[in-house]
Every structure is written in structure tokens, then in C-alpha cells.
């Protein structure tokens, strides 16, 4: 018994000092990335089956929160690569200063041209209000104003779709996007950090409506077997959400991040997005898209602003959202 125990304490140390000697790489991302129905856990698995390393992902709330996070933490944060920030944030992000180039080349499947020499695009889809089926959902931001419909939103500090529905709103109406943040406040039952929270009392029947994406009916289609939610077709059109992630030049495992981000371009990784980020990816997959992605709501006009003008415009929207809630 005693040489049993002694030869499985031996076995045990070994496979720890093996599990010490494999590097690490960390990669920030938002929680619902990192959670068990996410897109994180396969994606670990099949990354480290490659690279004989030991990928660590790291939640850290929601996108907006991320960029917060590494700038907080400058050049002593433990990070590798930031997975989550998008084009609302990417001018911030190279302002900063913290983040290298990429040597990542794709044949890139987005609604826009891609050459950022910073951030490498992983998926992308657009915001919209998701409500059950049967409800008498209104066709615009206007409509929704003048309207008895409940909202949740996210808050634009914390969250990126809370970010995106300013510039919506914004790229939609411009000079009068005060006055239809004026009329929405009304509407508005409360502004969560995240999405997760905000779509979890969305389920809870908290409100009529939640700010998502065209995309989420698809997972209840096709992870639950309910056809009963839709997307509410907006005549201003839809903001598109590119999401992207890069490596911090303080990384301490630079070849490992960019194998990383080439991994991400790769089959092995894109063909996760559809059906755990439920977005669509920035690499049409090898076996396309599932069936019940062709059931979505497709925008009428698609809406971007360029990441300079997102930018400069960042504290006009959240002023005006500011006003308009404190009201």
C-alpha cells in the first residue's frame, strides 16, 4: 500500500510539472465567450490540442468592459490577447497604445472590407430588439418611442451592444438623436452591465423587448427547439457589429498569441461561432451555415460608423443618452 501511494504521489508530481512546463497563453474575453454553452470551452480544448499549451480564458463582464480592464491595467496586465472589443472601440484601443500588429491573412466573409493591421475580426452580426413572437413589435425607433412596448438595454459604458445602440441611434438620426432618446426613456425598464443580464430578465418576462442581435432567434430555434422569438425589423436600418480581438505588445507569449489569432480564422474556430456565439463568422465555415440561420431577419439597410468617426462622436451619444435617462 505504502509503494501504491508513494508511485501515485510520484505520477501526480509528474503530471504537475508537465502541466507547469506547458506555457500559458491568457486571453481576456467577455463572460458569456467564457460560460459553458459558450463558444470558450471547445474552443480551449481544440486550440490547446494544437499548440501544446494551456489556454486561459478569462471573463471579465462584457466587451466595453475589457478595453476599461487592460487600459486600468497597462503594461502589467496578465493578458495575452483581448477577445471581444469591436469597431466601436478600436480606434480607443489603438490609442492606447498597448496592442501589436498582426500578420493574420483571410478571405474575410463580413458586410464591409477588412484590413486592420491591429485587430483580427472573428464574427459579426447585427443589433436589434428581440420579442416573442405574437407581440405587435414596432418597425422603428420613432414607433417605438411613441409606443407602451418595455425595453431592456445595456449600459453603453459597460457593455458593447449598449455602445452600439447609441451609434444606432445615433447613425440613424444624427443631430436628433437627443430628442429620440427623449422619447425612449419611457419605454426603458432598466439598463443592465451586460447582455447576459439583460436577456436573462428578457426570458424572465421582465420586458417586452430586449436589445440583442438579429442572430438570437436562432439559438432558440436551434438549441431549444422554439421557433416563438423574433427580431423586430427596424426601417432606419441595422448597426453592424464586427467583433475582433488583439494581442498586447506586453504579452509575454507573443508567438503563442499570434498562433492564437491565426487559430481564430481557422475552421477549427469558426465553425463554433454560429451555434455558441450565435453570430455570424468572419470565415464562412467549411460546412456554411446551420439550418435555421436562412429564418433571420435580414436589415433592410446595414448602418457602421467608421472607427475615427465612432470615436469622436463616443461622448456626444453617451451625453445625450445621459440626459436623456436622467430626466
Known amino acids: 500500500m505504502k509503494n501504491l501511494a508513494f508511485a501515485t504521489s510520484v505520477m501526480a508530481c509528474a503530471a504537475s510539472v508537465a502541466a507547469a512546463d506547458k506555457p500559458e497563453l491568457v486571453v481576456y474575453t467577455y463572460d458569456s465567450f467564457v460560460s459553458e454553452w459558450g463558444p470558450g470551452p471547445k474552443i480551449e480544448e481544440a486550440f490547446e490540442a494544437q499548440c501544446d499549451c494551456d489556454l486561459k480564458l478569462v471573463g471579465a463582464s462584457d466587451g466595453a468592459a475589457l478595453l476599461s480592464r487592460v487600459r486600468l491595467e497597462g503594461a502589467r496586465s496578465e493578458a495575452d490577447v483581448v477577445l471581444g472589443l469591436d469597431t ?34 472573428y464574427d459579426w452580426g447585427y443589433f436589434a430588439f428581440v420579442h416573442d413572437k405574437g407581440f405587435d413589435a414596432p418597425g422603428s425607433f420613432r414607433e417605438l418611442a411613441a409606443s407602451d412596448a418595455t425595453i431592456l438595454i445595456q449600459d453603453p459604458r459597460s457593455s458593447t451592444p449598449g455602445l452600439g445602440l447609441l451609434y444606432w441611434v445615433k447613425a440613424a438620426y444624427g443631430d436628433e438623436a437627443g430628442e429620440v432618446w427623449e ?94 456565439n450565435w453570430m455570424y463568422p468572419a470565415v464562412t465555415p467549411e460546412g456554411g451555415l446551420p439550418e435555421g440561420f436562412e429564418t433571420l431577419v435580414t436589415p433592410s439597410k446595414a448602418l457602421l460608423l467608421p472607427e475615427d468617426e465612432a470615436q469622436a462622436l463616443r461622448d456626444e451619444a453617451l451625453e445625450e443618452w445621459r440626459a436623456a435617462l436622467s430626466r
Not at 474575410?108 to 493591421?117: A, K, Q, R, S
Open 88 to 121: 466601436n472601440l478600436t480606434a480607443l484601443a489603438k490609442e492606447s497604445g498597448l496592442f501589436a500588429a498582426h500578420d493574420v491573412s483571410a478571405e474575410f466573409d463580413l458586410p464591409v472590407d477588412w484590413g486592420d493591421e491591429v485587430f483580427v475580426p
Open 183 to 276: 422619447g425612449l426613456a419611457d419605454n426603458i425598464v432598466t439598463v443592465t452591465k451586460g447582455w447576459s443580464e439583460a436577456y436573462g430578465l428578457f426570458l424572465e418576462g421582465e420586458a417586452d423587448m430586449v436589445l440583442s442581435y438579429t442572430t438570437s432567434p436562432a439559438y432558440h430555434l436551434i438549441a431549444e427547439g422554439d421557433s416563438g422569438k423574433a427580431a423586430a425589423a427596424f426601417e432606419e436600418g441595422h448597426y453592424l457589429q464586427v467583433e475582433v480581438a488583439g494581442k498586447l505588445k506586453a504579452s509575454d507569449q507573443p508567438e503563442l498569441a499570434d498562433a492564437f489569432l491565426e487559430f481564430m480564422v481557422t475552421d477549427a474556430f469558426q465553425s463554433v461561432i454560429p451555434t455558441t
